[in-house]
């Protein structure tokens, strides 16, 4: 099989690690594969099988023009017919999308060629993007406008922020676009998902879920001098990480939990900014963001109890990674996360119930995590792919 996959990053953040994982998969399989990407630099890949999307000003002017005018998704034109001419010299057997917004593709382009061309699709879901007029999540706003058409966003203010509010048309236009391909399947990357990819107006193609992959040679317990370094070893230590904290991601819980707790706890949150961390209460101790798995895999190992308030999750990677390091979670019982905690390695509450958190803290650092791997496991995970491909090849 001949597969070219198209997301905005490759070999950099989730969804661009997630890319060159599978694209191993496929070459160890005997497959080809191409990445084509719109943003940054590609890592962990031979540059040869990756196609690079425009440029950094056009990504920059393509950003610009959504804020403006709520059209992300829309501009790009010329890069997106340069890159489409690529596509005809690789001739792909199946077009694998993961995330088509970030600003670099012309969805109304790539969309009517792979109509023209007859080429099958699987299509990855890793937000919700794709079938609202606007947003990536929205659960903590409640919206539920997506069910039957979007109008008056109530979240033109979150990605991809917009001044105005072009949520009607950008839906019917999605509509059009995403409907009427001869041979697509939707993967959603959890049952939550899966859930809502059903209630939309993408409920017509073929579905499945498959959860996203984990190194699980990276990801396991490991030694670390953290509760050293901060003296911390008579504390019971609650992590949070995220890549970039707000309040969806649960970020005045945590501080609100950290008035609720004695000096016998610590928190640690792993990805603040610096006006974030000056602002943390004194016992909450904040570090930047890490993207050296041994550092963070380490700082999982260390940790007692993981936290992850986030009432918009469509896997839970940072829940996943904690357990896989030997570390029980609590988790909000809100969008995927539940999917990923169970009696052997934490447990679940209801949104906001700090209280009940609080409580719990102390049992659930008693937890013996059981086996997870078979779950998570890459290797096994992206596999489940040569399936999906195979219905169509």
């Not at 999540?137 to 509010?165: I, M, R």
Request: with cysteine.
């Amino acid at each position: 099989m001949r597969i070219l996959q198209i997301n905005s990053l490759c070999g950099t953040g989730s969804t661009g690690k997630i890319a060159v994982d599978l694209y191993n998969v496929l070459k160890d399989n005997g497959h080809e594969c191409k990445i084509a990407y719109g943003r940054g630099e590609a890592r962990g890949i031979s540059l040869e099988d990756t196609i690079k999307i425009g440029s950094k000003a056009d990504v920059y002017i393509h950003a610009a023009l959504a804020r403006l005018w709520d059209k992300s998704g829309f501009y790009s034109k010329s890069a997106t017919k340069r890159f489409l001419k690529v596509v005809d010299e690789y001739k792909p057997d199946i077009i694998h999308l993961h995330n088509i917004h970030g600003y670099y593709i012309n969805i109304e382009l790539l969309f009517n060629y792979i109509k023209e061309k007859k080429i099958p699709v699987v299509w990855t879901l890793h937000d919700c993007w794709s079938f609202t007029g606007h947003c990536a999540h929205f659960d903590y706003a409640g919206c539920e406008k997506w069910k039957s058409g979007c109008h008056d966003c109530v979240c033109k203010n979150q990605y991809p922020k917009s001044l105005t509010d072009n949520s009607k048309r950008n839906y019917a236009k999605k509509k059009e676009l995403f409907s009427g391909i001869e041979n697509m399947t939707i993967v959603s990357v959890s049952h939550w998902l899966d859930d809502l990819v059903t209630n939309s107006f993408l409920k017509a193609y073929n579905h499945a879920v498959i959860y996203n992959g984990i190194d699980v040679d990276k990801f396991k317990h490991m030694d670390s001098d953290f509760r050293n370094k901060y003296n911390l070893n008579n504390k019971t230590v609650i992590l949070g990480v995220a890549s970039v904290w707000s309040d969806r991601k649960g970020l005045d819980d945590f501080i609100k939990l950290a008035g609720m707790i004695d000096d016998k706890y610590r928190i640690v949150l792993v990805g603040l900014n610096k006006k974030q961390m000056r602002l943390m209460p004194e016992n909450i101790i904040g570090l930047a963001r890490t993207d050296t798995i041994e550092e963070l895999a380490g700082l999982y190992s260390m940790a007692d109890v993981f936290f992850n308030p986030s009432v918009e999750e469509t896997f839970g990677l940072t829940v996943a990674e904690a357990i896989l390091c030997g570390t029980p979670a609590i988790v909000y019982n809100a969008t995927a996360l539940p999917e990923c905690v169970d009696k052997d390695n934490g447990f679940v509450v209801e949104k906001h119930d700090l209280q009940t958190v609080a409580d719990l803290i102390d049992k659930v650092k008693e937890i013996k995590v059981s086996d997870v791997l078979t779950k998570y496991d890459k290797s096994e995970r992206f596999k489940e792919y040569l399936g999906v491909y195979g219905e169509y090849v």
